[in-house]
């Protein structure tokens, strides 16, 4: 690999300080021969067609992707797109997704940031590996109503609440990002409030059986502004330019049957 390249991800790993998912690949997804000086770095949640797109457009020498396969899969209708549009330019993509996340400085850590709250991160077990930074305990009390006018701050078009007291005072709150709620975590840390993008089914039916309260708020959402915020530490603590390239997929609620 080319030095600016290596340094690009070594760089990285400094920033991210320690690496509480070293169990999940991260890497170069496409090495473009046209990448040469690493100066500018775009970070999108999502690899897609027009993140691509607009990381060209903002003369990026290497696209961030959150969320990403591993490699191009040219047998795809989009990842073909993808490929012929880097061949056109000098953009690299990098994946990196959990190492992040889980960072002391990274998406968790961010949100809680943004939520102005005070916070912990939690040690729990998945697949027999224990996890750290995937799961925060937002520390203090709060009702629903306190704790919605804080997430506010993460600009989410809707938010669905399961079994929730409008009057209770909840001490015992978590919060994963993305997807993050997981039985796993619900058998493991004591809570009675848990915050996440993104609920199955199968948690939100355990959580009823533990009288556990719910809000979803969006996967999107409860790692964009948070993301974005890391890519803006990530310039401050390196000599990259970099931007946040917002592509929120356009979502409208239509009604509330209630």
């Known amino acids: 690999m080319r ?3 290596k340094k690009f991800e070594l760089d990285l790993r400094k920033t991210i300080e320690n690496d509480n998912a070293s169990f999940e690949w991260r890497g170069f997804v496409y090495t473009n021969k046209k990448t040469e000086n690493v100066e500018n770095v775009s970070f999108a949640l999502d690899l897609s067609i027009s993140n691509v797109k607009e990381a060209i457009k903002n003369e990026a020498d290497i696209l961030l992707c959150f969320h990403s396969s591993n490699e191009l899969d040219l047998e795809t ?12 330019s000098r953009l690299s993509i990098y994946k990196c997704h959990l190492p992040i996340n889980f960072s002391p400085v990274g998406i968790h850590y961010q949100v809680c940031k943004i939520l102005d709250v005070d916070f912990v991160s939690e040690k729990f077990l998945l697949d027999s590996e224990e996890i750290e930074g995937g799961v925060y ?6 009702t629903i109503n306190e704790m919605l006018n804080r997430l506010k701050n993460l600009k989410p078009i809707s938010i669905k609440m399961f079994n929730y007291d409008l009057e209770k005072k909840y001490s015992n709150i978590l919060f994963a990002s993305g997807s993050g709620c997981k039985k796993e975590i619900l058998n493991q840390l004591d809570c009675d409030l848990f915050i996440s993008g993104e609920i199955k089914h199968g948690s939100i039916v355990q959580a009823q059986d533990l009288d556990i309260a ?4 969006g996967h999107y959402v ?13 310039s401050d603590e390196t000599n990259y330019k970099t931007d946040f390239i917002n592509s929120a ?3 409208k609620v239509s009604c509330n049957l209630e």
């Open 3 to 5: 030095k600016q390249l």
């Open 77 to 88: 209708k989009n990842h073909m797109e993808i490929k012929r549009l880097l061949d056109k």
């Open 137 to 142: 305990r937002i520390l203090g009390q709060y």
């Open 214 to 217: 719910l809000l979803e708020i």
């Open 222 to 234: 409860s790692e964009a502004i948070p993301l974005e915020n890391f890519s803006k530490h990530f």
């Open 249 to 251: 997929p356009k979502e």
